[in-house]
């Protein structure tokens, strides 16, 4: 397969390996858009699982929840502007442990 995609990129190549690659090449975006459309769906959740009729007439639908994880995942590959941030565990302890007004970072400590 690859021998043949490899002589079909050649201009002059013969045109049965031309067109083994032009098949290759759509087949292939084929399968990635394939790919894609599964994980946002995944990724936003409500992909029917289970459908029961039950004798009484009352239908029973089970979805699938958002994946959250692989929402942002996506987000992270597909947006260069965003970018995933871990969570920061805080505790308080002492006299005046209880709610603290927090403060965001200067733009170039956060960046870093």
Request: aromatic share 4%.
């Amino acid at each position: 397969m690859h021998r043949w995609r490899q002589l079909g990129e050649d201009d002059d190549a013969p045109p049965r390996y031309r067109e083994f690659r032009e098949a290759l090449t759509r087949a292939c975006a084929k399968a990635c858009a394939i790919l894609v459309n599964a994980a946002m769906a995944d990724a936003v959740g409500g992909i029917e699982t289970r459908r029961v009729l039950r004798a009484d007439g009352t239908l029973i639908v089970q979805t699938t929840p958002p994946n959250g994880r692989l929402a942002l995942e996506m987000l992270a590959r597909m947006s260069l502007d965003w970018r995933p941030v871990k969570a920061m565990a805080v505790s308080c302890s002492g006299p005046q442990a209880g709610q603290q007004k927090v403060m965001q970072a200067p733009a170039s400590q956060s960046q870093a």
